[in-house]
């Protein structure tokens, strides 16, 4: 009773502010091919005045899903470090998600346990501008992918990586987590971090920097330990340090070519000197086959079965050899063993018996004579009073 009293108010109260809360709806314009970030801001959640701070023990947690369904779009992810840190929704949209996304999100306070709900909705459409045929990807060990997505850390990459491509051309195509393509959880050491995948593009080519960096005899290096061909001065160090073992560059600007079509025929082959297709296999009886895979076997364990018969009951020795290998004095004890035996059930049958020939002082054990007892008159004293 005590637990229903308890929980009753707790529910009418949750009930109560889910009822309270009005989602809010923000409209967004993600572009074709271009990185997408939207912090999700406990500012926003709590609907607090705009000169009022969060406070800093405040514990929200998100939750995101595609509308309609239990998950986000293949092309959005979502992170959030800890309960005290604004959340992510980060990705890169594809041609094939052009169109409009409704993305629900709702946030649990941990303190308060209010919910707050929030609609977002995207418009993917095309991106404006040059295309970007040259696009290079960095793996940067020295930052986690939360510390990346703020538009802050993001310019000052593209400004540092300015100094070995083109300035002023550098793009966002797309943030990647290292844990999202296989990495693993660091060690709790100070200052090892997850690290991140940053992929940028450009209109202008390539420097000549990042081509030696990409080389073949860059990639012989690393796999022999050693550092890679780097012929230019490391503008990204010391606040972004990249694996220059990781790089990849993607070279758009010439066009692929298309995959021929198979053109259909009339579906007879050609006549081939080298291909001799096998005839048509004659009508074959395996009842033989059958016969000696099924009466071999069962041939065999007969004649086993018949030979084991044969030493168990036909080779016994009989008991007048037995007999005759046998000692006298073996057979003594052994008729004797056997007397006493048939005694013994005797008298365990009728009590009122004789006494048994056993506790006799002397008897003969083949003839069952009864002898007097001989007395030894050297033990016999002289009084016999004196005993």
Known sequence: MAVTLFWTPLLVVLLAGLGDTEAQQTTLHPLVGRVFVHTLDHQTFLSLSEHVAVPPAVRITYHAHLQGHPDLPRWLRYTQRSPHHPGFLYGSATPEDRGRQVIEVTAYNRDSFDTTQQRLVLEIGDSEGP?????????????????????TPASRFLSALGGLWEPGELQLLNITSALDRGGRVPLPIEGRKEGVYIKVGSASPFSTCLKMVASPDSHARCAQGQPPLLSCYDTLAPHFRIDWCNVTLVDKSVPEPADEMPTPGDGILEHDPFFCPPTEAPDRDFLVDALVTLLVPLLVALLLTLLLAYVMCCRREGRLKRDLATSDIQMVHHCTIHGNTEELRQMAASREVPRPLSTLPMFNVRTGERLPPRVDSAQVPLILDQH
Do not use: G, I, N
């Not at 295309?131 to 538009?151: C, G, N, T």
């Open 131 to 151: 295309l970007l045929p040259y696009q290079a990807e960095f793996l940067v060990r020295s930052h986690d992918v939360e510390e990346v997505l703020p538009s």
